[in-house]
Each structure stands twice: as C-alpha cells, then as structure tokens.
C-alpha cells in the first residue's frame, strides 16, 4: 500500500463521516470475501474496527476514535495492535546461524542468546529484500519476523537458500509458525499492565530481548521491542488464546490502552523514524542508503559473506550516492513520490512517506535525496499537486524514542 497509511487513514474516516455506516460496511466486507483474517476479525469488528484491505488481510485501519488521538495515546498510555498478519518463524539446527548470516546483514553469531536485532534480508546488488527482527533463542534456534506484505517472496527466497544449503551438508530446518498469532503492546503503560499477566519480572528485561513464558496462562514468545518509537512488547501467542490475551490487557489497563489500528501505526513509525517496506525501502535500496549501516555488524563489515556484500562495503567505505533523511514543511503534508527540490529548482529526490504529527503538530516526512543536500538544516522545496512549498532536512526521530535500556 503506497502513499501511507496515515493518508488512507484519513480519507476512510472522512468518507464515513460522509455516508451511512451500514451501507460502507456492507460493501466493505462483501467485496473482501477473499481476503484472510487474522482470528481477532470479528474482536476487532464488535469493537468498532474498521476494516480495510492490506498486504492480503482484512486489517483495521482505526476504531471509533481517530487516528490523530490513537497516536497520542499510544504515547501518553498504551495502545495494542493485532499484526497477526506478520508471518513469524523459527530457524533450527547447529548450522542455522551461519545459514541465515548467509542472507541478512546481522552478526547474528554475536548475538548473545535471548538477544534481538533489526536486520535486512539482501540481494545480490545489495537491495533490501526485506527488513525483519531476528533473535537468537539458542545457539541452535533463532527465531523472525517478516512483513506480511513480503511473506510470500521471504519464504521463497529463504527457501531456494535453504535447499541449497541443506544440499551441501548444511544442518537447519524451519517451523514456520501459522498456529501463532502476534500481538504488539506499546506505550508508556505495556509494561506495568503487562506485568498483571505474569510472574516474570518484567523489569529485568530489556530492548532487543526475548524469553518463553507464560502470560495469561498461554506460553508465549515475548519481544522487548515494537514499531512506534515507544517501550513495548511483541507477544507471539497461540492462536487460541489471542482473543483472552486481548480481552485482559484492555481490561488490566482499565481503558487506558486501546485498540489501535493501522493508520495510528504507521504515523507512530513515521514520528519514530522507521521505515516502511515498500516506501521506505525497496529492493533497489541497500541498507547503506537507508540510514541501516548501524545494523551491520562490525565482523560482517571485516568478513561480508551475505548477499550483495560488495556492494554494501563499497557504500560503507566511498559512501552512498543517496541518502534517507527527515524533513519538516509547510503547506500540505508531503507524500509519497513529492519530488524534493534544492534551492535553485534542481531534482534531488523523493519523499517516500510523509504526514501531519499528531504528536508534534506539524508536517514531517522522510525521503532521499542525493548525497551533498542530506545534512540536517539544508533548505529544500518539496513539490506536491505541482506547488513547490518550503522545507528542511532534520534529524530522524522527529519525537525521541523511549526504549527501555539498561
């Protein structure tokens, strides 16, 4: 989906200020007979969801409030998020870790176990197939997420390279793991109401961590991690129990953390700084560019070893001809395909997302632009409907992150 939810978002809940309810809803779920649900559909619809097709899914793009106040109280409480249409997996056997090394930009073997990472699956032109969180459980066992709408050409490509490997004499196999559903608890509040849920000690564990445990009497994957720039949690549960799980977090919080939808999700990630798949990042785009360069490990940078690694270390070491940076500006908020323009009327690149900040009450917006022009306060015109309007390179994140570190 192009253009940014947050736009989408907007525009669904116009239009339903505009019409009949009954009448957008019948035509809504009639026409998407075909898509897949994950089984919090009909929580999500009696909840006052409104559903929308995305990556494949029918998914919530909000619930009776709006967007603009979902956002904000994910920051000042909590919101949960169904992304059950994420597809999780795990990786098993003594040779899985320099397997998928193979594939992703990690030091996966520097992980310490029970430890996490943002990665990016690459090509061999070193663009980005996908980006995912992986987590080494053991030394035998990682387990990862990635994007619904990548799932299919994930699957494939981790697939060819396992058969390959495998053929060679290579131990790993793979679970991928459909019984599962994946919920996101984010906020101020995710911790101190999750904690009500189980008697692991919650406070002893960090960013980027993983344990098995029980929450809410279900055996649970739980992440330290999240998309929205917030302290939170990714919870893998068993499918069964995802409803219940749902049903006592609202509940623990007593109407502080709300149901939150796709729109509120993707200005969350906008205000944080992250990219998404398929805007932010595509598979012409090397991690380089993206602003990922962080995410390689020092040891993959000395070894390589993954696909399109020369490519990568060349950038690392000459540097990228484009860059991912943030931006301010006036007049309507940027979207994706602005053209940006330097100060003499020059082309030097695109917006990839862009929206109004619920939380900071202004346009932000992130984009490439070519290598000279990415410093932070440089002056631009970013172009839209054919008006150019004024603007400036800043620092990403626009609103600082509040991970919980040690």
Not at 2 to 18: D, E, F, K, V, Y
Not at 157 to 181: A, C, L, P, T
Request: proline share 4%; glycine share 12%; hydrophobic share 35%.
């Amino acid at each position: 989906m192009r253009g940014g939810l947050w736009q989408l978002g907007q525009s669904i809940t116009r239009r339903l200020a505009q019409a009949d309810k009954k009448t957008i809803g019948r035509r809504c779920f009639a026409s998407d007979a075909d898509l897949k649900k994950t089984v919090l559909y009909d929580f999500h619809v009696v909840n006052g969801g409104k559903m929308v097709p995305f990556a494949g899914w029918s998914m919530p793009i909000q619930y009776k409030d709006s967007i603009m106040d979902s956002t904000i109280n994910c920051r000042e409480n909590g919101s949960l998020f169904d992304v059950a249409h994420m597809c999780g997996l795990s990786l098993k056997g003594k040779d899985a870790i320099p397997f998928l090394e193979k594939l992703v930009i990690a030091d996966v073997a520097g992980l310490a176990p029970g430890t996490g990472t943002l990665t990016v699956f690459t090509n061999e032109k070193g663009g980005a197939i996908d980006d995912s969180v992986i987590t080494k459980v053991t030394n035998d066992h990682l387990y990862l997420v990635v994007n619904a709408g990548c799932r299919d050409k994930d699957l494939a490509h981790i697939e060819e390279h396992m058969k390959s490997f495998k053929s060679k004499g290579g131990d790993v196999s793979w679970h991928i793991h459909d019984e599962r559903s994946l919920l996101a608890l984010q906020g101020p509040l995710a911790a101190p109401v999750l904690q009500h849920l189980t008697k692991d000690d919650l406070s002893k564990m960090y960013f980027g961590e993983f344990r098995v445990l029980d929450i809410n009497g279900a055996s649970c994957f739980l992440t330290r991690t999240g998309y929205t720039g917030e302290d939170g949690f990714e919870i893998s549960v068993p499918s069964e129990n995802a409803v219940d799980l749902a049903k006592a977090i609202l509940e623990k919080s007593e109407g502080k953390v709300r149901l939150t939808g796709l729109g509120a999700r993707d200005s969350l990630r906008l205000e944080a700084g992250l990219c998404l798949y398929g805007n932010d990042m595509e598979q012409h785009i090397t991690p380089v560019e993206a602003g990922l360069t962080w995410a390689i490990g020092k040891r993959r940078r000395a070894e390589g070893g993954f696909l399109g690694a020369e490519v990568i270390l060349k950038q690392i070491e000459e540097g990228p001809k484009i860059r991912r940076v943030g931006f301010f500006s006036s007049g309507p908020p940027p979207r994706s395909h602005s053209e940006i323009q330097d100060s003499n009327g020059q082309n030097i690149g695109e917006i990839t997302s862009g929206g109004f900040s619920p939380c900071l009450k202004k346009n932000i917006a992130m984009g490439y632009v070519k290598t000279g022009n990415h410093k932070a306060g440089t002056n631009v015109k970013i172009v839209i409907r054919g008006k150019s309007y004024d603007g400036a390179v800043t620092k990403m994140p626009f609103v600082p992150t509040k991970y919980y570190k040690p």
